[in-house]
């Protein structure tokens, strides 16, 4: 059986390791002691309301990152526009370091489950783009299933190859 300095130190790796799970553990914590009614003097339903919604928040922060990746590569290898490819590949960049200091295991598990709603958001929405800028071929091309996976998108200095032979300047 495990002491409490035991579970404590558990813990305090978990928050380090995987915030989203840790605030997960938390707030069933928490409501096993409401259950319990632990005379805590601690407002325990709003408290484990409040943590979860902590762990919402990382995961949804997570999510929009993944949408804004995939629809900044879709873009950078569909489209046959030459501007604003850098502007693309600096948004990928900045989204790829959120998602460097925010995907945790369970985060991952995550994006992994709802990988097909992720991108089925942004195909629509690249889509209007791309016919927005007059390219309707291009909104055309775009694929059903997402071209690229998790590790694709999380890989640095990684982008698609354009489908119209645009080479970018700044790719390896």
Same mark, same amino acid.
């Given at each position: ?17 995987? *915030? *989203?799970? #840790?605030?997960?553990?938390q707030a ?31 995961? %949804? !922060? ?18 046959? /526009? ?5 502007? #693309?590949?600096?948004?990928?960049? %900045?989204?790829? !370091? ?40 291009? !909104?055309?091309?775009?694929? !059903?299933?997402?071209?690229? %996976?998790?590790d694709d998108?999380?890989?640095?200095? #990684? ?7 645009? /080479? ?5």
């Amino acid at each position: 059986m495990a002491t409490r300095l035991q579970t404590r130190e558990s813990e305090a790796k978990l928050y380090e390791r995987d *915030y *989203y799970a #840790w605030t997960r553990a938390q707030a069933a914590i928490l409501r096993r002691m409401r259950q319990q009614e632990a005379e805590t003097g601690l407002d325990l339903a709003n408290l484990a309301e409040e943590v979860e919604d902590l762990g919402r928040s990382e995961r %949804d !922060a997570v999510r929009s990152q993944v949408r804004r990746i995939i629809e900044h590569l879709l873009k950078l290898e569909y489209s046959g /526009a030459r501007e604003p490819r850098d502007s #693309w590949m600096d948004t990928v960049a %900045d989204a790829r !370091a959120v998602l460097d200091d925010k995907l945790s295991p369970s985060l991952r598990r995550d994006v992994e489950a709802v990988w097909p709603r992720l991108y089925a958001q942004v195909l629509s929405k690249v889509r209007r783009a791309l016919r927005r800028f007059d390219e309707p071929d291009a !909104a055309a091309a775009l694929p !059903a299933d997402c071209p690229y %996976d998790l590790d694709d998108i999380c890989r640095p200095e #990684w982008y698609p190859a354009n489908r119209h032979g645009i /080479a970018d300047r700044d790719a390896p």
